[in-house]
DNA sequence: AGAAAGTACTGTGCCAATCA
DNA sequence: TGATTGGCACAGTACTTTCT
């Protein structure tokens, strides 16, 4: 009591209503009262003592802070960071048309995990969009991680295992045959493209953006340089990673067709694009799709993306022998997870190749054990001749 | 090394504008 | 006047990077 001042950290008082109030002093000196007030005085300062450790503890977490919404924060969120176009598009959908009816209007502070709970499972009843439940979850993690450290809520409530996990479906590989049939079915301008999507094991973006000057005919290379995007009007990019910048080599077999294409629909010029429209203009998502659908059609191929060309193609090189690296180089990855899953394919193959291999022996043996006549089957698969 | 998080791309459908 | 093109919203998928 030497002259020392007690700190002024707070008090309870006697209301009228006969409960008592507590009142505490913040870190910042701004006294609060106690969220609720207390039957008995004894509660009160109990709950003012643990108040006064939290703060001396570095615990203390404004209560207003949190007091922003969630659709706020989020907007700001996206806002601050360095995304391109296309994400920053996609992150914007997916909190207004998943997150925001929700917690749009939801202090950060009031969101719980059984709120989270609660959306994801009415979200996954529903028939369409189930697809992007996953996607805005994570967004939302992101999001209140972020809040996390700004200190305005004390732990993510977005803590719900595995809510954030995605398993797209096996992709179809298709036969060379059918390549063939459907490069045959398209319209005639885009059948270099369904043999260059497969055989240069190329994405939708970097043929829609391919110069004459990438595809050197004689070298038979096609280098990947550009793509395009297709978001609120075309425009130029770069490819997804370092490694998507690549030189790939071409089978001699799609040559004459790629020549003739040169000639006949190419724009002119080094610079001019492969690909274009019946009109000279740049190939769009949209107006390709429906030449694409057509030919599919044409075939009876059902479900099919011109995408799985390229897993196509990429099947095709690891069945022919590529190795891990050379198929990385090919497909523009950038790490080896994804050039992984065609090895599988191949060892699938194999498998496959040897059990035909094992049910012929066994149908040959046991042939020759029946009849003494040897018969006169083709050979064996891999069998010398 | 595998899981989780983060980011960027592809696919579909519809409608309006424009061109041949 | 039908085919092509542009634009947009929404859905779906592929890939890279970071974390554990």
């Known amino acids: 009591m030497a002259g020392e001042k007690k700190r002024d950290f707070g008090n309870v008082r006697k209301l009228a209503s006969g409960r008592f109030q507590v009142r505490y002093r913040g870190p910042d000196g701004r006294l609060r009262p106690a969220p609720h007030t207390f039957d008995t ?27 922003c919404s969630f659709g706020e924060y989020a907007a700001e969120w996206v806002k601050d960071r360095d995304l391109t176009r296309k994400t920053r598009r996609t992150y914007e959908d997916l909190l207004r048309l998943h997150l925001n009816p929700t917690f749009g209007d939801m202090y950060l502070n009031a969101i719980k995990t059984a709120d989270v709970r609660r959306w994801r499972a009415a979200r996954l009843r529903r028939k369409k969009g189930k697809g992007q439940v996953p996607k805005a979850y994570r967004l939302m993690h992101a999001v209140l991680n972020t809040a996390v450290a700004d200190k305005l809520i004390r732990e993510n409530p977005c803590q719900i295992e595995g809510a954030g996990l995605e398993h797209s479906e ?19 301008r885009y059948r270099a493209l369904v043999l260059l999507a497969t055989f240069g094991n190329m994405r939708w973006g970097e043929l829609a953006g391919l110069r004459r000057r ?22 130029q990019g770069k490819p997804k990673s370092k490694a998507g910048y690549r030189v790939v080599s071409l ?33 769009r998502r949209g107006n390709f799709s429906k030449y694409w659908a057509d030919a599919c059609d ?16 990429n099947t095709y090189a690891a069945e022919a022998g590529a190795s891990l690296r050379e198929l990385m180089k090919r497909m523009g990855h950038s790490s080896s997870k994804a050039a992984l899953i065609y090895l599988h394919a191949r060892e699938e193959r194999e498998r496959e190749i040897a059990d035909r291999l094992g049910e012929r022996v066994t149908e040959e043996l046991r042939g020759k054990r029946n009849d003494s006549d040897g018969g006169d089957d083709p050979p064996l698969p891999g069998a010398p001749v």
């Open 41 to 67: 005085k004894r509660a009160a300062q109990r709950w003012l003592k643990l108040k006064d450790a939290e703060i001396a503890q570095g615990d203390w977490f404004d209560p207003e802070a949190g007091a």
């Open 214 to 235: 990438n595809l050197d005919l004689d070298k038979r290379t096609v280098r990947i340089r550009e793509t395009v995007t297709d978001v609120g009007g075309l425009y």
């Open 170 to 188: 096996e992709r179809p590989v298709l036969s060379v045959a059918e390549v063939f049939k459907l490069a045959d079915a398209i319209k005639p």
């Open 251 to 283: 089978p001699e077999l799609i040559m004459a067709d790629l020549r003739e294409h040169v000639e006949t629909y190419a724009a002119p010029g080094p610079d001019g694009f492969v690909f274009v429209g019946v009109r000279g203009n740049q190939l």
């Open 298 to 313: 044409a075939v009876g191929l059902e479900d099919v993306h011109l995408h799985d060309l390229r897993h196509t193609g």
